[in-house]
Nanobody
Framework: QVQLVESGGGLVQAGDSLRLSCAAS????????MGWFRQVPGKEREFVAA????????SYAESVKGRFTISRDNAKNTLYLQMNSLKAEDTAVYYC??????????????WGQGTQVTVSS
């Protein structure tokens, strides 16, 4: 069992930066692929970024590539999402996710409760 708790969301202006954190419980954090998703009301939860077990491989949605950076600290059981040059369309609830197989909506084993990010234009 893994529990994920996100933090760091808030209200910012367009062009600002924000860093999300996701603290994971348990001693098996390094055995999970980790990722971030986001969701706005009325739309499906969408993939944002993913990172490999060791952190040496990452992938991003086209909409955030070059602006967001995913990272992890396995010693601290923590996942991060550095978000720069934020846009109004980045407004969403951001969810941390863990999977033993792959980072897709259908294969996530554990979800966090979400943290709201609001970007004003």
């Amino acid at each position: 069992q893994v529990q994920l708790v996100e933090s760091g969301g808030g209200l910012v202006q367009a062009g600002d930066s924000l860093r999300l954190s996701c603290a994971a419980s348990g001693r098996t954090f390094s055995s999970y692929l980790m990722g971030w998703f986001r969701q706005v009301p009325g739309k499906e939860r969408e993939f944002v970024a993913a990172i490999s077990w060791s952190g040496d491989s990452t992938s991003y949605a086209e909409s955030v590539k070059g602006r967001f950076t995913i990272s992890r600290d396995n010693a601290k059981n923590t996942l991060y999402l550095q978000m720069n040059s934020l846009k109004a369309e980045d407004t969403a609830v951001y969810y941390c996710a863990a999977s033993r197989s792959s980072i897709t909506r259908a294969t996530i084993d554990y979800w966090g409760q979400g943290t709201q990010v609001t970007v004003s234009s």
